[in-house]
């Protein structure tokens, strides 16, 4: 079946630190692939998205490239800032129609410190 | 605006009680799904709904029941028969099944709470 895994938590990184966040994934076919992130007592947001191999996913400075044959969608980040403290969540969604429902991935979360 | 409401945000429930957490959306979309999310554990699928007067169970569907009357409402009933209803509940819907499914994101409401006392 469909499974991600994603680098385990917390982290904890400085102000303005490089972030990388891990995140691989199992399925059959051609999945879609997602980051969400989600800010304490809320639900989840889309954070960005890669349809096909090869894509990159950018939004608000993050950015993740979807890469077929190590079969990863690592999130990075160039310089963080304490608003980024949040979890992120990787998920995958398989393009099958009729069945429509994504996996997601534990969450990490991830805390900055000023 | 369009968005999904999610009510209520807390509750708290004594156990043996049957609790019906409310999600509706304005989005016109037409999946919705209840996720569950406990500490550590990510976010589990309990039922889903492609259509109206339709519905699958998910991963963990036992002590769950849904229903899908209208295609804005997909209301989450946790029965006393679920044996670990503290969680933190999220409803989220899908557009577009029907057609290119490829570039469609789940949308999520802010939530809801559940307390077992």
Known sequence: GNSVTQMEGPVTLSEEAFLTINCTYTATG???LFWYVQYPGEGLQLLLKATKADDKG????FEATYRKETTSFHLEKGSVQVSDSAVYFCALRRINFGNEKLTFGTGTRLTIIP | DGGITQSPKYLFRKEGQNV??????NLNHDAMYWYRQDPGQGLRLIYYSQIVNDFQKGDIAEGYSVSREKKESFPLTVTSAQKNPTAFYLC???SGVQ????ANVLTFG???RLTVL
């Open chain 2, 20 to 25: 019906t957490l409310s999600c509706e959306q």
């Open chain 1, 30 to 32: 051609y999945p879609s």
């Open chain 2, 92 to 94: 989220a819907t899908l």
């Open chain 2, 99 to 102: 057609g290119n499914s490829g």
């Open chain 2, 110 to 112: 802010a939530g809801s």
């Open chain 1, 58 to 61: 950018s939004n608000k400075g």
